[in-house]
């Protein structure tokens, strides 16, 4: 059974402490730490999780000069997480700089964290990529432009929503790592996301990961709808 990747979007490691509590103390889970707690607490969130013996997705989404990446990413590696990201917005120079840092970082015989890059937000439309961003391409063509720059900078893969995995998939090498947000139960609030999917739909389509937050972290039993929906995801039915 693969995990989900839970988006631990909170403010503290209070707020963390108590969502965890609903959890059995020795599952090991797959979590996400984004730039709201990382802002708030800094890197002893990611070091008291590691000893709590779960894998960590360190998403700050890096996007500046390539230099600046790569010496933040460079400090990050010292981290010991299993994966992070930059925007593929930033070039294949910056994310050639990302990597770089990164493996320089890695202690010897440690790890190099994978490394994937964002393309469009999943709570980007194609209207909206449009108006604010003024790529008259379509969204599709946008994130496989991103997809082939992640993939000849050397990265491990993308960031993208379900409906766009197919098509990467078809476009790149065997290995390369399609992580999808914007999940949702079947008929289940969408929020700001607006390229959304199933966990089975998401497995069938394709996808090596998916992420999900408010559909586990705002219910008033986040470990059953946790295995609800790593269940789903892995094709487990309810009455197997
Ligand atoms: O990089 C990400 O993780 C990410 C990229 C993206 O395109 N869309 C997206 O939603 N995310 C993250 O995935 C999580 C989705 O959360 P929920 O919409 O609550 O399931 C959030 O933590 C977002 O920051």
């Not at 070039?91 to 990597?99: D, I, P, S, Y």
């Not at 449009?130 to 599709?140: A, M, N, P």
């Not at 000849?152 to 379900?162: N, P």
């Not at 966990?199 to 705002?218: C, H, L, M």
């Amino acid at each position: 059974m693969t995990r989900p990747i839970i988006a631990l979007d909170f403010a503290s490691k209070k707020e963390i402490q108590t969502f965890l509590d609903f959890f059995p103390r020795e599952e090991s889970l797959f979590v996400k730490i984004g730039m709201e707690v990382f802002y708030q607490e800094g890197p002893t969130i990611v070091e008291w999780l590691k000893e709590l013996n779960h894998d960590i997705f360190l998403d700050l989404k890096l996007h500046d000069i390539p230099n600046t990446v790569g010496k933040a990413m460079e400090g990050l590696a010292r981290l010991g997480v299993s994966m992070t990201n930059v925007h593929a917005a930033g070039g294949q120079e910056m994310m050639k700089a990302a990597k770089h840092g990164l493996e320089k970082g890695t202690k010897a015989g440690k790890t190099v964290p994978k490394l994937i890059a964002v393309t469009q937000l999943t709570s980007t439309s194609e209207k909206q990529m449009q108006q604010d961003q003024g790529i008259f391409s379509t969204l599709e063509e946008s994130v496989l432009r991103y997809a082939a720059n992640t993939e000849k900078s050397g990265l491990d893969g993308v960031v993208c929503s379900a409906w766009e995995v197919e098509k990467i998939k078809n476009q790149t090498n065997s290995d390369f790592i399609c992580l999808t947000p914007g999940i949702r139960p079947n008929g289940g609030d969408v929020g700001d996301q607006k390229r959304v999917m199933t966990p089975s739909e998401a497995r069938k389509i394709g996808s090596d990961f998916i992420v999900v937050g408010r559909p586990i972290t705002q219910s008033d039993q986040p470990y059953l709808a946790y295995q609800e929906i790593k269940n789903e995801w892995n094709g487990v039915c309810e009455h197997d």
